[in-house]
T-cell receptor, first 110, second 117 residues
Framework: ELKVEQNPLFLSMQEGKNYTIYCNYS?????LYWYRQDPGKSLESLFV?????AVKQEGRLMASLDTKARLSTLHITAAVHDLSATYFC??????????FGAGTILRVKS | DGGITQSPKYLFRKEGQNVTLSCEQN?????MYWYRQDPGQGLRLIYY???????QKGDIAEGYSVSREKKESFPLTVTSAQKNPTAFYLC????????????????FGAGSRLTVL
């Protein structure tokens, strides 16, 4: 059974600081997704990582995938308040189903 | 603009009642999905459908039912058999072939929040 674990589950950080969110998964997969969710809102796609070593960057966020370690990271550089949200990673599972992590609640304090 | 419309946004149910959540998409996507979100947990798959008139159970299908009579529509019924239905429900869709066809990113609706009184 595929399990996806994120840590930390809650992250409070100061503006301007850097931090990394980790996503570990238990079985082989070459496709990993990162989503953002604002409070009470839907999920918005951030990154799609399709192969080992893939790196994607958008603004202050950078995501990477290491399929051998079954690990993806979402790195936040010089955080700003607008990045406050919940971030989910999700992994493809055989049978056309995504398995989501529990989510990381990020709060950026000014 | 193309997207997914879920309704109602908020819904209250008395115990013993069935309720139906609507999900309509105009993205011409073949595959549609229903997820349940509870606080502190990731999204859990309830049902999914790859084509019209066909659907499969997800991980937590008990107490739920769906239909897929039209490509655009995938309503979810929360039955009285679902013992703990209070949650945030999200509908999603993606292109033909579902998640096995390359990077088929899910597009999500705005969600429906169901509360049992």
């Amino acid at each position: 059974e595929l399990k996806v674990e994120q840590n930390p589950l809650f992250l409070s950080m100061q503006e301007g600081k850097n931090y990394t969110i980790y996503c570990n998964y238990s079985t082989t997969s070459d496709r990993l997704y990162w989503y953002r969710q604002d409070p009470g809102k839907s999920l918005e796609s951030l990154f799609v990582l399709l192969s080992n070593g893939a790196v994607k960057q958008e603004g202050r966020l950078m995501a990477s995938l290491d399929t051998k370690a079954r690990l993806s990271t979402l790195h936040i550089t010089a955080a700003v308040h607008d990045l406050s949200a919940t971030y989910f990673c999700a992994v493809d599972r055989w049978g056309n189903k995504l398995v989501f992590g529990a989510g990381t609640i990020l709060r950026v304090k000014s | 603009d193309g997207g997914i419309t879920q309704s109602p946004k908020y819904l209250f149910r008395k115990e013993g009642q069935n309720v139906t959540l609507s999900c309509e998409q105009n993205l011409n996507h073949d595959a549609m999905y229903w997820y349940r979100q509870d606080p502190g947990q990731g999204l859990r798959l309830i049902y999914y459908s790859q084509i019209v008139n066909d659907f499969q159970k997800g991980d937590i299908a008990e107490g739920y039912s769906v239909s897929r009579e039209k490509k655009e529509s995938f309503p979810l019924t929360v039955t009285s058999a679902q013992k703990n239905p209070t949650a945030f429900y999200l509908c999603a869709s993606n292109r033909a072939g579902g998640l096995n066809s390359g990077a088929n990113v899910l597009t999500f609706g705005a969600g429906s929040r169901l509360t049992v009184l």
